[in-house]
C-alpha cells in the first residue's frame, strides 16, 4: 500500500502524521483567543502575499523598463533638439525669452501650414528646409574655419 503517515488514495482521509485541527474550545474567552490567533496568522500571510505580488510587479517592471527608459531618452533628445534649434534660429533672444510668445508664434506657424492659403503649404515647408539646410551648411562652415585657425587640423599647420 503506501508508507505509514501518508494520505490514502482515492479517499478523503488524512494522514496519521497531518496535524489535526484542535477542537473547538467550549468557553467564549478560549474561542476568542483562537480567533485572534488565527488573525494574526491570516494578517502575517496577507502581508507576505502582498509582499510576494510588490516583487512580482517589480520585476515585471525591470523586465519593460529598458524599452521604456530608451523611448523617454529618445524623447527628451528630440525635445532638447528642438529647443536648440530654436535658440540658434534667435527667436529667444528676440522674444526675450518670453515662452507664451515663442508659443504663440508656433501655433501661427501652424495655422499657416494648416490653412489652404497661396502658396501652399507643400512650397512653403519646402522654402523653410531649403533655409534651414543654407542654415547648417553655413554654421558647419564657420565651424571648419575656426577648427582650422585654432589648429584643429594637424595638417593645416
Known sequence: MG???????GTDMPSLDSPQPE???HSRH??????RQELRICSTALRRIKQARARRRKAEAMTN???W???R???TRLLIEYGGLIVK???ADLLEDDRASLLGGLY????QLAEHADPPAEIVKLRWRRRGLRAFDEARASEEKAGNRTGGNPASV
Open 30 to 35: 478560549l474561542l476568542g483567543q483562537r480567533l
Open 3 to 9: 508508507q505509514p503517515g501518508m494520505d490514502i488514495p
Open 108 to 111: 501661427s506657424l501652424c495655422d
Open 89 to 91: 534660429a534667435g527667436i
Open 69 to 71: 527608459q530608451k523611448a
Open 23 to 25: 477542537p473547538l474550545p
Open 73 to 75: 531618452r529618445a524623447r
Open 65 to 67: 523598463t529598458r524599452e
